[in-house]
């Protein structure tokens, strides 16, 4: 079992930045890769980023390139999700979530282990 908790949510302006982190701990070893999702009210919980563990290659969707960047440190075991460029439509509660194989990294069936969420509140 893995377990993963997030932190570093909050009220920021748009045009500001944010940095979330996620500790993971339990069987890291069993890691394959790692993602940060969101959702908001009323919408499908989506993929902003992914990271496979081993490598650090990266994945996201069009609609955050360029603002988004999702990192992982190995040794402390943690992933992070720099936000800069926020969004009012980027509110939502944030989710880190892993997974212990390959697999399409939006598809977030595949993905075993969730945190519990973090709220992100971008105001205009």
């Known amino acids: 079992q893995v377990q993963l908790a997030e932190s570093g949510g909050g009220l920021v302006q748009a045009g500001d930045s944010l940095r979330l982190s996620c500790a993971a701990s339990g069987r890291t070893s069993s890691l394959y890769a790692m993602a940060w999702f969101r959702q908001a009210p009323g919408n499908e919980r989506e993929g902003v980023a992914g990271?496979?563990?081993?490598?650090?290659?990266?994945y996201y969707p069009d609609f955050v390139k360029g603002r988004f960047t999702i990192s992982r440190d190995i040794a402390k075991n943690t992933v992070t999700l720099q936000m800069d460029s926020l969004k009012p439509e980027d509110t939502a509660v944030y989710y880190c979530?892993?997974?212990?194989?390959?697999?399409?990294?939006?598809?977030?069936?595949?993905?075993?282990?969730w945190g519990q969420g973090i709220q992100v509140i971008v105001s205009s």
């Open positions: 990271i496979r563990w081993s490598t650090g290659i990266a």
């Open positions: 979530a892993g997974r212990t194989s390959a697999a399409l990294w939006e598809d977030r069936t595949r993905y075993a282990y």
